[in-house]
């Protein structure tokens, strides 16, 4: 059974920083990507940032700049630090996964991120 489960959301100020992590209960070489997803109230689900098995990083456009996704092999865990943050960028944050074989799609439990202005 696959679990991702995130840590470290939290209220923090405008302008400050919050790091997101996401833990694996698999290797992270299994899965062909992973992304973090972010859902406000009242609007869809958003790709936030990603890492391909490969290593291809990519962004929202709001984010660049102040947001970098890394990923740490050994611990099975992928980050997102947040820098600059702004009052937009609250949202439940998720973790998830496609696991290559067998193909699937996985989601953490979701962390709040709230920004105050």
């Known amino acids: 059974q696959v679990q991702l489960v995130e840590s470290g959301g939290g209220l923090v100020q405008t302008g400050g920083s919050l790091r997101l992590s996401c833990v694996a209960s698999?290797?992270?070489?299994?899965?062909?990507?992973f992304g973090w997803y972010r859902q406000a109230p009242g609007k869809q689900r958003e790709l936030v940032a990603r890492?391909?098995?490969?290593?291809?990083?990519n962004y929202v456009d709001s984010v660049k700049g102040r947001f970098s996704i890394s990923r740490d092999n050994v611990k099975n865990t992928v980050y997102l630090q947040m820098n600059h943050l702004k009052p937009e960028d609250t949202a439940v944050y998720y973790c998830?996964?496609?696991?290559?074989?067998?193909?699937?799609?996985?989601w953490g439990q979701g962390t709040q991120v709230t920004v105050s202005s």
């Open positions: 998830g996964a496609q696991r290559r074989l067998p193909k699937g799609d996985y």
């Open positions: 698999l290797s992270t070489g299994l899965f062909n990507f």
């Open positions: 890492i391909t098995f490969g290593g291809s990083i």
